[in-house]
């Protein structure tokens, strides 16, 4: 008899450990990625516990972060709250486990993490030559929203500054009267540090081949970066060589 009495004391501890763990309702942000464009963050409960203020933390920028029991219900457990802007905040801020933690021990958990992106990338040009190609790297600060192929692309032009002429595809010479941008290739995404390059080969032709240089003329290699943020778009670098 005392066995069994153990064991539903047992049993019931285990319950009750549980619904201190279980997961209530669900909150969504408006935005995960507020850039400079990006209209003002709110965040919405729904059927969280009701007529009470739950415990809002997170992980920022790789370390805990309690915002205090700031998050009220309705009698339907449900709020929403804002604005935060994008000019109020001051530097790239990343938030995961993102929850709110309610008095009677459930939990709600964001649907998403969050950034606050503030920092535009930077460029950096490693090989500019016709008979390699063009090719270089890009960085992000660490708590930013890095490059991604929703967000992410590269383009070049080249210019033979000593004719007056860009490189066009159509006869693919150094013959024309205006810009012509190319698509080149990136590494590997979602990161904060890419590669990117343009390739002369004649199957990709993302640059000016080796054949196409005259001796002795000043060229132009500008490379562009497109990010997420329209305030950084694009970020532009050049380089200038002698052939």
Not at 61 to 81: A, E, R
Not at 123 to 149: K, M
Not at 190 to 218: C, M, N, T, Y
Request: aromatic fraction near 14%; include cysteine.
């Amino acid at each position: 008899m005392k066995l069994r009495v153990a064991a539903l004391a047992l049993f019931l501890l285990l319950l009750s450990s549980l619904a201190f763990a279980q997961s209530v309702g669900t909150a969504y942000l408006s935005s995960p990625i507020n850039w400079s464009q990006t209209p003002d963050l709110y965040f919405t409960v729904l059927s969280g516990q009701p007529n009470v203020c739950g415990d809002f933390s997170s992980t920022r920028n790789g370390s805990f972060y309690d915002y205090g029991s700031v998050v009220c219900t309705d009698s339907s457990g449900q709020v929403t709250m804002g604005p935060w802007t994008w000019a109020n905040t001051t530097a790239d801020q990343a938030d995961t486990n993102l929850k709110i933690q309610w008095p009677n021990g459930t939990t709600t958990y964001f649907t998403t993490d969050h950034v606050w992106d503030k920092t535009c990338p930077s460029v950096t040009i490693s090989t500019a030559t016709p008979l390699y190609g063009f090719r270089g790297s890009a960085s992000d600060n660490q708590w930013g929203a890095g490059f991604d192929d929703g967000w992410t692309r590269v383009t070049a032009s080249y210019y033979d500054q000593t004719a007056g002429r860009y490189y066009e595809p159509v006869n693919d010479y150094y013959d024309g009267t205006s810009e012509v941008t190319f698509a080149g290739e990136i590494s590997a995404m979602p990161s904060k540090v890419i590669s990117w390059s343009f390739d002369p080969s004649p199957s990709r032709r993302e640059a000016p081949a080796q054949g196409l240089h005259i001796s002795g003329h000043i060229y132009v290699w500008n490379v562009y970066l497109t990010d997420g943020d329209a305030r950084c778009s694009p970020v532009t670098v050049s380089t200038t060589f002698t052939y």
